[in-house]
């Protein structure tokens, strides 16, 4: 924080009695007084937007409440979507304006502007309606850190809504994998050998992920193989993925928006891509994915990716 922002919060008592109290939710969050935003060139005459945008930057981060979209719950249950709220900066400078050239303190409660989620439960009701393309791979659960990792990276991708004409980054929606956001260190495939690294086990997701949305018809824009052969998918149906590498990459090239759902069922992955029933789609034929898995004895011949 800087020292500006700090002189709002910690000294605030000690302001004059003509300050300007911002509230938010009708509890104080800033305490501030017109001399402090005066020029020391030209006076009261102009304020010194510096320090205006200190003060608007602290408020907008207090206040700001993201939109959260409309998704589908472990039941099948429609979970209704949530507005968001951003400070409406127009109408707070009319206020602030109206405080710096009067002579007495105010009091103004947060302007608010709603941020409207693009994901509804109008929009959701639509497209969880026809099933258009769907893939199915193995993994062993028993290997907790692979296993783990898998769950977490399908949880990231599950309920993703895809519009016409948009596309679908994997490493834009799942994330940096890091340790701090959970990923445990497994097998990976590194200029074809094989490694421990933080995140393995994602590339079965994007690879299944790949595989769904290839059977459904959509566009792919980018999509690599690993350096060598993976167990989960038949060979050169796989997408390999790294944050500071490859990434898999489609577009949505059909009439509707279309809904990514992702689940883990003990040893299986799932992906399925849904839509209306007003869906124009031509479905490919892709291979099945194996249904014997590799032992897992040591590193020589582990699952991996």
């Not at 030209?42 to 207090?62: P, R």
């Not at 693009?118 to 639509?126: A, T």
């Not at 949505?252 to 029933?277: E, F, R």
Request: charged residues 20%.
């Amino acid at each position: 924080m800087s020292y500006f922002l700090m002189i709002f919060l910690v000294l605030s008592p000690f302001l004059t009695p003509d300050d300007l109290t911002v509230t938010y939710k009708d509890q104080p969050i800033a305490t501030v007084n017109r001399n402090q935003f005066s020029s020391p060139l030209i006076g009261n005459e102009m304020i010194d937007m510096e320090k205006y945008q200190l003060l608007i930057n602290q408020i907008q981060q207090h206040v700001y409440t993201p939109p959260v979209n409309a998704k589908i719950g472990k039941n099948g249950q429609m979970i209704s979507e949530q507005i968001g709220y951003v400070l409406d900066k127009h109408l707070f400078t009319e206020a602030f304006y109206q405080y710096y050239f009067g002579k007495e303190s105010t009091k103004v409660e947060v302007p608010l502007r709603p941020i409207h989620p693009k994901v509804d439960s109008e929009i959701l009701s639509h497209i969880r309606v026809q099933r258009i393309g769907q893939y199915m791979t193995y993994f062993n659960k028993r290997n907790k850190e692979r296993s783990h990792n898998i769950t977490l990276a399908a949880e990231a991708i599950n309920n993703h809504v895809v519009f016409p004409g948009e596309t679908f980054s994997f490493n834009k929606v799942v994330g940096k994998r890091t340790r701090e956001r959970g990923y445990l260190t497994a097998p990976v495939i590194v200029r074809g050998e094989l490694s421990e690294d933080i995140g393995g086990g994602i590339c079965q997701v994007s690879s299944t992920l790949y595989n769904a949305v290839d059977h459904a018809g959509l566009d792919i824009v980018q999509r690599y193989s690993h350096s060598r052969r993976v167990p989960y998918v038949p060979s050169g149906r796989d997408a390999t993925v790294s944050w500071y590498g490859p990434d898999f990459t489609f577009n949505n090239n059909l009439n509707q928006p279309i809904l990514i759902q992702a689940k883990i069922y003990g040893g299986q992955m799932i992906v399925y891509i849904l839509s209306s029933d007003m869906i124009d789609y031509e479905q490919r034929r892709v291979p099945g994915a194996p249904l014997k898995l590799p032992k897992e004895t040591n590193m020589a011949n582990a699952q991996t990716g």
